[in-house]
């Protein structure tokens, strides 16, 4: 995805290992763990130490991590993407804290009942990683799927959340590795 040239970017360390936050003008565009699938080329955007929305957005995940905050009010902006998969996105964000949803259901709730296959690539494409809860998706038998940041912290993320979900034992044994 091409991102404009106006975007700066910062460190975030998180519980779950370092981010990647990036700010344009008055959003945050961009939160990806470091070295994640689909994370652009962020190196080229100047570090910013700096910036109300970074720090408001800083502020969120800590209280979020900490149990604090069940919704993110950081101002967001979707720099990048097609049509459909800003469909998606602004779908993911309708799904409230504590809840899970389908890859079908997110298909039906856009209008695109038989794009489930486009939908799941269009949430692992989400370039708002937690604060679009991309990781609130499951399989439609409430199974662990994909996750851009790796399954390891899709089933931390939802532990701390209080969501149910089927794990692979296999899933189960890695979790305790990060």
Sequence with gaps: ???????????????????????????????????????????????????????QARREL?????????????????ACGTDFQQAVWRELQRIPYGTSTSYGAISAAIGRATAVRAVGTAVGRNPLGIIVPCHRVLGADGSLTGYAGGL???IALLRLEGVSFRADPKQEQRQGTL
């Design 1 to 55: 995805m091409k991102y404009p040239s106006s975007i700066r970017r910062a460190g975030y360390a998180s519980p779950l290992g370092n981010m990647t936050l990036a700010v344009d003008a008055d959003a945050l565009v961009g939160a990806w763990f470091d070295g994640q699938n689909h994370q652009p080329e962020t190196h080229p955007w100047p570090e910013l130490t700096e910036h109300p929305v970074l720090r």
């Design 62 to 78: 800590a209280e979020y991590f900490a149990g604090r905050r069940t919704r993110f009010d950081v101002p967001l902006a979707f």
């Design 152 to 154: 390891e912290r899709k």
